[in-house]
């Protein structure tokens, strides 16, 4: 899970997360507008919050054992005082940069909020379950669930399913919520991949704010 960092919102700035989910690629170095933000960027891994002018902005990410090539970009509106996460994902030679507007206000009391991304290329849309109950339906490649979920503090499993065939892709357990606390999962590369492993053999990465 990603978590997003809260911050007191200046109107003429934005933030900009960094992960970087390519898991062919090793780490990255990320540029804003082609300044160079972060350096190294290992896999699976989410970089912090960085401050950035708001506006048109171009995010590029390269290889960090290829400078000067890069591997995937994305131009888009960076809203002043809003969060962003923008992650670079995909089989080496095809990679892209996708971008996500983070909601960092504080969930209900008593309450964490979690937002779930399919940041691989080779899944198909899934729907997402907390215990036995659907929380999100048909999340499809490089996209995120359309809300955050709110659920009461305490500790869940997670499980992931073919929105058409109903099969379980993958099971994630032992997810400790704690009241407050706004995280993002993210669900990375084919089966057998290095980090934190579901049955079924997808990463999963948690950044929490």
């Known amino acids: 899970m990603a978590q997003d960092s809260r911050w007191s919102p200046n109107n003429l ?13 090793g780490p990255v170095n990320q540029f804003f507008n082609g300044v160079a933000e972060i350096y190294n960027l290992l896999f699976p891994a989410a970089a912090v919050y960085l401050i950035v002018p708001s506006g048109t902005g171009t995010a590029t990410f390269e290889a960090s054992a290829a400078p ?3 591997i995937a970009s994305l131009t888009g509106t960076f809203v002043p005082a809003t969060d962003n996460s923008v992650f670079v994902a995909g089989f ?8 996500l507007s ?23 849309p899934f729907d997402v379950y907390a215990g036995d109950t659907k929380q999100v339906s048909a999340i499809a490649a490089y996209t995120a669930s359309p809300y955050y979920v709110q659920l009461f503090a305490s500790t869940y499993t997670f499980t992931f399913k073919d ?10 357990e032992g997810n400790s919520l704690v009241a407050g606390q706004t995280s993002t999962v993210y669900v990375l590369g084919p089966p057998g991949r290095s980090g934190r492993l579901g049955h079924g053999g997808h990463t999963v990465m948690s950044v929490f704010v």
């Not at 700035?13 to 690629?25: D, M, S, Y």
């Open 92 to 99: 080496a030679g095809s990679t892209s940069a996708v971008a």
């Open 13 to 25: 700035l934005a933030r900009v997360k960094a992960v970087n989910a390519a898991f062919q690629t």
């Open 68 to 70: 000067g090539a890069n």
């Open 163 to 172: 929105s058409a065939s109903g099969a379980t892709i993958l099971t994630l």
């Open 102 to 124: 983070d909601n960092n206000l504080p969930p209900a009391n008593g309450f964490a909020a979690v937002r779930f991304v399919n940041a691989s290329p080779n899944l198909p």
